[in-house]
């Protein structure tokens, strides 16, 4: 699956990808827990240390939009991703 990840206001994460506000990012899998460990592997620890909290969740300082279109909540690690879909992470503010 591929999907576009857009980064709003975490400069640790743009740090670790080289700058981009956006990347695309093919693995497998289909939830949001899936991409983000195949981010681990890809870029390193710090990317748990930027993202999850303590129980290994998104932090809950970091919104996640899906398509422009709705802010994820809840168990949001388990929200099932689609191939194309576009995911924004980003501290305060909306999409």
């Not at 999907?3 to 990012?25: A, C, D, H, M, Q």
């Not at 909540?73 to 992470?89: C, K, P, V």
């Amino acid at each position: 699956m591929k999907v576009s990840i857009k980064i709003n206001g975490l400069p640790e994460f743009k740090k670790i990808v080289g700058g981009k506000k956006l990347i695309e990012v093919v693995f497998d899998g289909t939830s949001l827990r899936d991409l983000v460990d195949n981010l681990v592997k890809k870029y390193g620890r710090s990317v748990e240390k930027t993202f999850l909290d303590e129980n290994g969740a998104i932090d809950p300082t970091i919104k996640v939009g899906l398509n422009a279109e709705n802010i994820l909540r809840g168990n949001r690690m388990e929200t099932i991703l689609h191939d194309g879909d576009i995911l924004t992470f980003m501290v305060g503010g909306c999409c």
